[in-house]
Structure formats: structure tokens, C-alpha cells
């Protein structure tokens, strides 16, 4: 149960991992031990996370690129792209849920953007075609949906668990 | 640091995180007697995930403190902001315990 510490970021290890395992010690084992202990670790890594914006901007560009990339890359199927939109849209939603929109709207926007790059440089026209922008709007659907789904278990995270989070015991 | 927001907003962790204070609220503890503390007091087992994500966000907040030790146990301490917010908000508790104790007798 110990080695479970090793969840949490390296910089809370190093402010309360001592004072955890001794917590710990004295604690009894258990599944609900578990659930404590992996969900204050997934709590742990989104406080990290939200410390730094530049962090979270870079995570942001770095799935709208995958976004674009796959949106240039697999015109045959839209299948990638909706996954990667879903994916990336869930995890911004699940870290920051009353940006879901936003974080929606940022990766959605990488499609018409690379599609429209595209037709500039008339990068992979053979293959690209000459498809209208416009249809690149059904793309908000998986951003929106896996944002707001991302959303709704970040928020479940944060508000849901009981009262206290602790099993009542003896009453 | 989020200094100066007091207890509000700190979702499902604001029940743990008043019954940490109220358990510091004499004298310094470290975690596992805060953790007895509030099981005596309350019947709460709280677990260590829940305990220090509590602690953290209080911390930050600068609502309870590290007390220098050179124990690994290290204890915490209510500070000056922590006991007013603490105050308000026992003074809201008891407010609402007030009338829904009237509001039981007149039902």
C-alpha cells in the first residue's frame, strides 16, 4: 500500500510524502483505502497541473496539433480525428470544467485551421481535394461531446465522494 | 497561493477540511492525530488521500501553518486567518442547526 505514494507528483512527495506514509501506517488497508488514495493522487496531479498555464497552453497546442495533423493525414476516414478530438477534449474538460467550451472550441478550430493551411500551400491537394471548410463544423460534435463528458467526471471528481470522503465508523 | 478565500470553494473537500481545523483549533497536530482527532470527534474516518488534500488546500490558503519541527511528524497550527474563517463559519453552522431545530418542532 506504501508504494502507492509514488502516484502523487514528485513535488507533494517531497512536501507531505513522509507524513503520508506515516498516516498510512496507521491506517487500515483496504478497497476503500485504495479509492481514497489513487483519487487524492488524481487530485494531486490536477492541482500540479493547474499551477502552471504555460503547461496547460503547451498540452493544448500540442493536441491541436495532433488534431490537425491527423485531419491532414487521414482524409480517407474521420475516425482519428473524432477519437483524438474526443480523447484531448475529455481530458481538458476533466481538468478545468468550466473551460470545457473553450478547450472544445481550441481544438475543434484545429481542423478548418489545417485544412485551410492547407489549401494555401496546396499541401497534399491530391488528396485533400477540394473539399469545402464548412463541413470541418461536424468536428465540433466529438470536441464538444468529449469535452462536456470530461467536464461531468471533473466535476463528479470534485464535488461527489460523500460528505467527508471517509467511512463513517461506529455510527 | 490562494490567500484570503476563506473555506468557500473548496468543494468535497470543505467538510474535511473544517473538521481539520476545528481539530487543530487548540493545539498542533500532525496528521495521524488529526486523523484520530476527527474520528473521536466526529465519527469521520478520514482517509490519507482525503486528510492531505485537505491540508494542502488549507495550507495554501494560509489557513493553517506548519509548526518548525524537526520531528518527521510535523504539526500544523490554526494562524489568525484560519480562526476567523473558522469562527464565521461555525457561527453559520450554528445558525442553521438553530433553525432547523425550530423548524423540526414546528413540524
Known amino acids: ?171 | 497561493m490562494k490567500q484570503n478565500e476563506g473555506i468557500g470553494g473548496l468543494g468535497r473537500f470543505a467538510e474535511p477540511a473544517v473538521l481539520v481545523m476545528v481539530s487543530v483549533a487548540d493545539h498542533p497536530k500532525h496528521g495521524y492525530a488529526i486523523a484520530a482527532d476527527v474520528e473521536k470527534l466526529s465519527g469521520v474516518r478520514l482517509g490519507p488521500g482525503t486528510l492531505y488534500g485537505a491540508i494542502a488546500r488549507l495550507e495554501e490558503r494560509g489557513l493553517i501553518e506548519l509548526v518548525p519541527s524537526e520531528d518527521r511528524r510535523r504539526p500544523y497550527r490554526l494562524t489568525p486567518p484560519g480562526a476567523e474563517a473558522l469562527r464565521g463559519h461555525l457561527g453559520m453552522l450554528e445558525r442553521v442547526t438553530a433553525a432547523g431545530r425550530s423548524r423540526l418542532a414546528q413540524a
Open chain 1, 1 to 171: 500500500m506504501r508504494s502507492l505514494i509514488r502516484l502523487y507528483p514528485r513535488r507533494w512527495r517531497e512536501r507531505y510524502g513522509d507524513e503520508f506514509a506515516l498516516v498510512l501506517r496507521g491506517t487500515p488497508p483496504g478497497p476503500g483505502t485504495l479509492f481514497d488514495i489513487v483519487r487524492g493522487a488524481l487530485d494531486a496531479h490536477v492541482r500540479e497541473v493547474r499551477r502552471g498555464p504555460l503547461l496547460r497552453l503547451g498540452l493544448l497546442a500540442l493536441g491541436a496539433f495532433v488534431v490537425g495533423w491527423l485531419n491532414l493525414h487521414t482524409t480517407d476516414d474521420v475516425q482519428p480525428v473524432a477519437a483524438a478530438l474526443l480523447v484531448f477534449g475529455f481530458g481538458f474538460g476533466a481538468h478545468r470544467p468550466s473551460r470545457a467550451w473553450l478547450f472544445a472550441l481550441a481544438l475543434f478550430a484545429a481542423v478548418p485551421l489545417s485544412g485551410l493551411w492547407a489549401q494555401t500551400v496546396s499541401y497534399r491537394q491530391e488528396v485533400l481535394g477540394h473539399a469545402p471548410l464548412y463541413e470541418s463544423i461536424v468536428a465540433l460534435i466529438p470536441a464538444l461531446l468529449g469535452a462536456y463528458t470530461g467536464a461531468a467526471v471533473g466535476w463528479g471528481l470534485r464535488q461527489g465522494g460523500g460528505p467527508a470522503n471517509g467511512e463513517r465508523s461506529g455510527s
